[in-house]
């Protein structure tokens, strides 16, 4: 949601290096930087308070009124990086960027597919495929969308849909190439299964077999087939 705004309450940070960035990990702090109109500041942000602001309506978007402890202004701020543990998925660094309101700056947002169920592509069996999933905004700060929506109900097998067919935002732009590619709605790929060949050894044995076992068979009636025997 456009406008979302949530304050956040930070500590600075005396101590830079590795072994300081872990204990305030297991204090449940995350180590970060504010960047600003001066320079830059090395912060510690309460995780649970960090996830909380970002996870509210205006998602990633959402305007950050810094506020450093121990004083009163406010630094409107908004989420530029963070880094993520690799194996666990926590965030473990994160960069703020302070912005003017009245100034309108770059982002990425998130395209949302919809009505995916209802297109008559996928209902003959066609897959539905996501291609890009972000697009380049410019926007004044609170005018930021949490996410694009794409409508691919009326999308056929074979149609492709591109930035030109997303939606006019109010007080947002689209930075992309208009041509560039969405979604696709394609033909689902058939996976043909090789045929398996009997192996020639297998096949030498089978013959080998069936005549031994011929061989047995004609043998008692080789013996009782009317050969003439001399009695003394």
Known sequence: MAGERVTLEVTEREKPGTRESRRLRREGLIPGVLYGRSAPRAIAVPERE???AL?????????????????????????KEFQRDK????????????????????????????GGDDAPGVREGGVLSLVT??????????EVPEHLK???SGMAIGDTLRVADLKAVEGATFL???????????????????????EEGVEGEAAEGEEEAAA?????????SGEETSEE
Do not use: F, M, N, Y
């Open 50 to 52: 960090l996830r909380k």
């Open 176 to 198: 992309d190439d208009p041509e560039t590619v969405l979604a696709t709605l394609t033909v689902p790929t058939r996976v043909v299964e090789p045929e398996v060949e009997a």
């Open 150 to 152: 794409l409508d691919v």
């Open 133 to 142: 999933r972000e697009v380049s905004v410019e926007a004044l700060p609170l």
């Open 87 to 114: 194996v666990r998925g926590t965030v473990v660094h994160v960069d703020l960027q302070e912005v003017r309101l009245d100034r309108p700056i770059q982002a990425s947002v998130a395209v949302q597919l919809i």
């Open 55 to 79: 996870s509210g309506a205006g998602g990633l978007h959402a305007i950050l009124d810094v506020v450093v402890e121990g004083q009163k202004t406010a630094h409107p701020s908004i989420l």
């Open 216 to 224: 047995e068979g004609a043998e008692p009636g080789a013996e009782g």
